[in-house]
């Protein structure tokens, strides 16, 4: 177990309709990162957090958001969903910066998204 | 624009072989940093290692070692006395900055240690 909890561990919904998936990090940690896993892309960075505030922004579509709560818990809403935004959307956490530190990142279970 | 290439798809080897899983990255950037990481059957994904382009020591973890070439842009991954629960899908990754900025996958080595 590696601390991290992903919530809902699987979703199904249909095109156009908007989700929200849920990560808390584990007990300590200021960074959250989001990632996509799919069969088509591959896996991709989507956004990182640090400590409430956004520090990094990779391939995420503007259908996407994401933010952290001040007990750093992080969301990551998609709305207008498309068939090919279903995939695998894992979250990580660690205690400090993803590439400056020295902390081991930590990855919760995912959440499988499948969007009919 | 960054880009990290793994050649070898899949690879299967007998237990107890030794295996190097190769890496190759692109950046214009004079500092950044590369990472590996696990994802097994099972589907989590595990960090393995970061490294940054300021340190270009090899690095051994147990039965895993990183050799990491600046002058052929590698950062390759080895695997000695293969065991079977090391059977998983391998990335490596480059992130240009400390943020995680414009941070690459690879595709994934998928690799099969057979008993």
């Known amino acids: 177990d590696s601390g991290v909890t992903q919530t809902p561990k699987h979703l199904i919904t249909a095109t156009g309709q908007r989700v929200t998936l849920r990560c808390s990090p584990r007990?300590?940690?200021?960074?959250v990162y989001w990632y996509q896993q799919s069969l088509d892309q591959g896996l991709q960075f989507l956004i990182q957090y640090y400590n409430g505030e956004e520090r990094a922004k990779g391939n995420i579509l503007e259908r996407f958001s994401a933010q952290q709560f001040p007990d750093l818990h992080s969301e990551l809403n998609l709305s207008s969903l498309e068939l090919g935004d279903s995939a695998l959307y894992f979250c990580a956490s660690s205690g400090g910066l993803l590439a400056g530190g020295t902390d081991t990142q930590y990855f919760g279970p995912g959440t499988r998204l499948t969007v009919l | 624009a960054q880009k990290v290439t793994q050649a070898q798809t899949e690879i299967s080897v007998v237990e107890k072989e030794d295996v190097t899983l190769d890496c190759v990255y692109e950046t214009r950037d004079t500092t950044y940093y590369l990472f590996w990481y696990k994802q097994p059957p099972s589907g989590e994904l595990v960090f393995l290692i970061r490294r940054n382009s300021f340190d270009e020591q090899n690095e051994i973890s147990g039965r895993y070692s990183w050799n990491f070439q600046k002058s052929t842009s590698s950062f390759n991954f080895t695997i000695t006395a293969s065991q079977v629960v090391d059977s998983a899908v391998y990335f490596c990754a480059l992130s240009e900055d400390n943020y995680g900025q414009n941070f690459v996958f690879g595709p994934g080595t998928r690799l099969s240690v057979l008993p």
């Open positions: 007990s300590g940690d200021l960074s």
